[in-house]
């Protein structure tokens, strides 16, 4: 920001500078010129006054010309030609001065019928003045490009650390950081905005703190609930039919299940940061998601399958991806076809320098339609008759971990949630380069 600022400034200073300076300094170059002319014009007045003065009742005689009053002012190596007309010959002349002189500034005045004046001077001098003229004309105009530019440098950073303080407290912000901030940087603008910043700090705080509370106690019913749905089965797996004790036993480990899913995500939600966790083996984590749900698929007359690298570790929270996974396995059981699979694998994304391990849920049905496809993890969106919360969710739950789940494929429907890279996640020969999802 700072460096956009200024230099948008110095372009119009250079600009400015150039359109000013240029024509100053053209200027001072003729102002010189213009005073040694009016210098030489002053003499030669001054010279045809003293020559008039000496004229007799006849005219003026060249050779009985007191030239002792005329020669001071001739300029040092000047030359000076009287041209008086005379009956003989028409006119008569008088050098005073050098004989020649080399690159000849020359003035001339007319004294009527007394002849004629012509004053010749170097040009040398003049060009020297007109030289130091211009030097000084040049060093004003830098000095004062120079002063502009210590002006406009204040002046962006004046601008720019403000707007940079502001976006490093929406930052932190977006981070968790809740705490206020006092300072004020004497701009309007920025303080309004620091002003709302305070306001917001306070609202999601409190926001938050409801939020964690009521996930306090709607996990603490659901436990209690689960609890007393446990003991139920419990009392069933007394039962004396062994169909019944075996439908008890397999309710009670979907409760357990259910329970510790609970827990995890109330912990996970008090855990925010993805970057300090330690990485989870992903094949592991989505072990259990499938073996959870071969069974629906088999009465289906589908296959579930999993495949993957199984060294594959990600920092992320297990609950979490355990979650969204279950809901794209779903997804692709109500509204797929043919074998689904799920496979683990590391790609390499334009904006990524890291690989980043994705994990690819792929059916054989129909797909996605074109038109449900922009809107399909909009949350109450649905096309088949469900609640159109579940691929919400999941990518909620995906990207709370730092993560992107994206839909890689329409026909048939291929989902992709990208996990983020690890220091120990390992990197196949055939990991393979794609584009930035969309």
């Keep these: 920001m700072r460096r956009r600022i200024l230099r948008s400034i110095l372009t119009v200073l250079t600009i400015t500078t150039a359109v000013l300076g240029v024509p100053l300094i053209y200027t001072a170059w ?7 002319r009016n210098d030489l014009e002053n003499r030669l007045e001054r010279i045809a006054t003293e020559i008039i003065a000496q004229e007799h009742a006849d005219g003026i005689v060249l050779g009985e010309l007191d030239t002792r009053l005329v020669r001071p002012l001739i300029p040092n190596d000047g030359k000076l030609t009287i041209i008086y007309p005379a009956p003989q010959d028409n006119a008569s002349r008088l050098d005073i001065g050098v004989e020649q002189v080399d690159d000849p500034l020359v003035e001339s005045l007319s004294m009527g019928t007394s002849g004629s004046l012509r004053l010749e001077v170097p040009k040398g001098p003049m060009h020297r003045m007109q030289i130091q003229a211009v030097g000084v004309v040049a060093f004003a105009v830098l000095a004062s490009l120079g002063a502009a530019v210590s002006v406009a440098m204040i002046a962006a950073r004046r601008v720019a650390d403000p707007l940079r303080d502001v976006a490093a407290r929406a930052a932190r912000l977006a981070m968790g950081d809740f705490r206020p901030d006092p300072r004020r940087h004497g701009i309007s603008e920025l303080d309004r905005v620091s002003d709302v910043l305070d306001s917001a700090t306070v609202e999601i705080a409190g926001r938050l703190q409801r939020e964690h509370a009521l996930v306090a106690d709607v996990s603490h019913q659901l436990r209690s609930r689960l ?11 007394a039962h004396s039919d062994p169909a019944v004790v075996h439908e008890a036993e397999e309710a009670m480990a979907q409760v357990d299940r259910l329970t510790e899913a609970i827990d ?13 966790r330690d990485p989870v083996p992903v094949m592991d984590e989505l072990r259990g998601v499938v073996e959870e749900w071969s069974h629906p698929f088999t ?9 993957g690298d199984e060294s594959l570790r990600a920092p992320i929270t297990g609950s ?13 059981l109500m509204h797929g076809g043919g074998t689904c699979t ?6 390499r994304t334009v904006s990524e320098r890291e690989p980043l391990v994705v994990v690819e849920i792929a059916d054989e049905g129909d797909g996605v339609r074109d038109e449900l496809a922009p809107h399909i993890f909009d949350r109450g969106f649905s096309a088949g008759g469900s609640t159109g919360v579940g691929l919400a969710l999941a990518r909620a739950l995906i990207e709370a971990d730092g993560g992107r789940l994206e839909l890689q494929r329409r026909r048939p429907a291929l989902f992709a949630m990208f996990l983020g890279s690890s220091a120990s996640s390992r990197t196949p020969n055939g990991a393979q380069q794609v584009p930035e999802p969309r």
């Design 342 to 347: 799920v496979s683990v694998r590391t790609v």
């Design 227 to 237: 609890t007393a749905v446990r003991l139920r089965l419990d009392e069933l797996s």
């Design 30 to 36: 003729l102002w010189v010129e213009d005073i040694t």
């Design 264 to 276: 995890d995500l109330v912990r996970a939600s008090r855990d925010e940061d993805a970057a300090d």
């Design 320 to 332: 979490r991806l355990r979650e969204a996974a279950a809901v794209l396995v779903d997804n692709a």
């Design 299 to 307: 009465e289906a007359g589908r296959t579930l399958r999993l495949i």
